[in-house]
């Protein structure tokens, strides 16, 4: 079993496959003000669709959801035809070069996936997808404080090097060309959803997997996860950073 294939078994009873919540995503969504009649979105990393879901059913738009993994693909697209949502299409793309044409974009999303490009590069790679004043709105793990606890800064300096501090993710993203309309980080109770379920299921998979040294190594790295958001989970968070182009009109 891949490290891919280990996480992919733990995580997948839950939706969504990382912190964040529906109330997280339509705070974000307001952040954004009015969208045109029937916009077009795209959210890149979808995951199984969560934020998808909201998006296309909250906006009334054309929604594109990108993943690179064929299952995540499947189960947004199921579970939108299971809602009704026939204006949402998932594709199996890559977020680095998404197929979706230059100025189409009325909002791009991102939950919890820029970070598998760079930070700075999605947003780079990103902006030329939106018209003229489109939006944006994406999470990027981010440090709280700036001094971080010893703890927390070993484990996410061997997790997660390219982690900054807010401001800093701040400055990046309005130096990428973006002017910010609001940021806020995700509020505890969407930290203790996601992991909560996860540790409950840990001992089984630990002794389901107990002769593969792969998943238990997963299983270890997660298990160190949870514990250094439950000793300094204060000290860092996913943050929401919405924005419009800088050149809009």
Do not use: N
Request: aromatic share 8%.
């Amino acid at each position: 079993m891949t490290p891919l294939a280990a996480l992919l078994d733990l995580l997948a009873p839950q939706v969504p496959q990382a912190p964040g919540s529906a109330a997280s995503t339509r705070r974000a969504l307001a952040a954004v003000g009015p969208l045109p009649p029937r916009p077009r979105l795209a959210d890149l990393g979808c995951g199984q669709g969560a934020s998808a879901l909201v998006l296309a059913g909250d906006t009334g738009g054309e929604v594109l959801a990108l993943d690179a993994l064929p299952e995540m693909v499947h189960a947004t697209q199921s579970r939108a035809e299971a809602a009704g949502l026939k204006t949402l299409r998932a594709v199996v793309g890559d977020m680095a070069a998404p197929p979706i044409p230059p100025g189409s974009l009325d909002l791009l999303w991102s939950e919890g996936a820029a970070y598998a490009i760079g930070f700075e590069h999605a947003l780079e790679v990103w902006r030329p997808l939106l018209k003229p004043g489109g939006a944006i709105a994406l999470t990027e793990l981010c440090w709280r404080v700036s001094e971080p606890p010893p703890q927390a800064a070993a484990f996410w300096s061997a997790a997660y090097p390219a982690m900054q501090h807010a401001d800093a993710c701040q400055r990046a993203f309005e130096a990428a060309g973006f002017r910010l309309l609001d940021r806020f980080f995700l509020p505890e109770e969407d930290w203790a959803a996601y992991y909560t379920p996860i540790a409950t299921r840990l001992p089984a998979f630990r002794d389901t997997h107990a002769d593969d040294p792969v998943a238990i190594g997963v299983a270890d790295e997660m298990a160190a996860e949870i514990e250094a958001w439950r000793c300094d989970g204060e000290a860092w968070g996913y943050l929401f950073l919405i924005g419009r182009r800088a050149d809009r009109p």
